[in-house]
Nanobody
Framework: QVRLVESGGDTVQAGGSLRVSCEVSGGTFEIATMGWDRQVPGKQRELVASISASGTTYYSNSLRDRFTISRDNAKNTVYLQMNTLKPEDTDYYYC??????????????WGHGTQVIVSS
């Protein structure tokens, strides 16, 4: 069983910054790929960013200039730094744990989300 707990969601003004965190218990954090998605009811879920165990990152093209994903294996925590926030960034942000093992399969888990509201 893998548990992911997001924190740091808040209400901020447009143009401001915010860092959300995801602390992982269970599983094998140091070799898992971690990611952040965002979604609101009635909207398709969007992959924001991911980071592999080796540190390779992926970003949505529309967000890569403003968002940065990082991980701290000593703390079993992944972060998403969000800068120059815009009202359209308002969403629930979800943390993802993904570990694929050849010949076995994939472990895939989600947190319950943390809410980010950007006011204009």
């Amino acid at each position: 069983q893998v548990r992911l707990v997001e924190s740091g969601g808040d209400t901020v003004q447009a143009g401001g910054s915010l860092r959300v965190s995801c602390e992982v218990s269970g599983g094998t954090f140091e070799i898992a790929t971690m990611g952040w998605d965002r979604q609101v009811p009635g909207k398709q879920r969007e992959l924001v960013a991911s980071i592999s165990a080796s540190g390779t990152t992926y970003y949505s093209n529309s967000l890569r200039d403003r968002f940065t994903i990082s991980r701290d294996n000593a703390k079993n925590t992944v972060y998403l730094q969000m800068n120059t926030l815009k009202p359209e960034d308002t969403d629930y942000y979800y943390c993802n744990y993904n570990l694929w093992t050849a010949g076995i399969g994939t472990d895939n888990f989600w947190g319950h989300g943390t809410q980010v509201i950007v006011s204009s």
